[in-house]
Nanobody, 122 residues
Framework: LRCSSGVWGGLVQAGGSLTLSCATS????????IGWFRQAPGKEREFVAA????????IYADSVKGRFTISKSNAQNTVYLQVNSVKPEDTAVYYC???????????????WGQGTLVTVSS
């Protein structure tokens, strides 16, 4: 999987929006789930959101509900994470990964993308 931030240099001002992309070319998902995670400086990697590839099911961490939206494009084989009203505490490296389980458990995910840095300026 390959992650990108969709903003130049991964820098965005507080209050703004951005969309992260996870390109899945060459990976056949079937009923797999795709998850987004983030790791802030000095902190452990945490779950953000996930969706099933073949069913309209999504789950979100409580900390991002209402501001983050996960979606996909079958035609583009891409999973997106839209982030609205960004806050400085959203600054982190964002990763996407796949799982055979529809879960928030980080250990169940594999095929991690390289990560993309998002920096939110106040």
């Amino acid at each position: 999987l390959r992650c990108s931030s969709g903003v130049w240099g991964g820098l965005v001002q507080a209050g703004g929006s951005l969309t992260l992309s996870c390109a899945t070319s060459g990976f056949t998902f079937g009923d797999y789930a795709i998850g987004w995670f983030r790791q802030a400086p000095g902190k452990e990697r945490e779950f953000v959101a996930a969706m099933r590839w073949s069913r309209p099911s999504t789950i979100y961490a409580d900390s991002v509900k209402g501001r983050f939206t996960i979606s996909k494009s079958n035609a583009q084989n891409t999973v997106y994470l839209q982030v609205n009203s960004v806050k400085p505490e959203d600054t982190a490296v964002y990763y996407c990964a796949a799982s055979i389980q529809f879960t928030m458990e980080t250990r169940e995910y594999f095929n991690w993308g390289q990560g993309t840095l998002v920096t939110v300026s106040s």
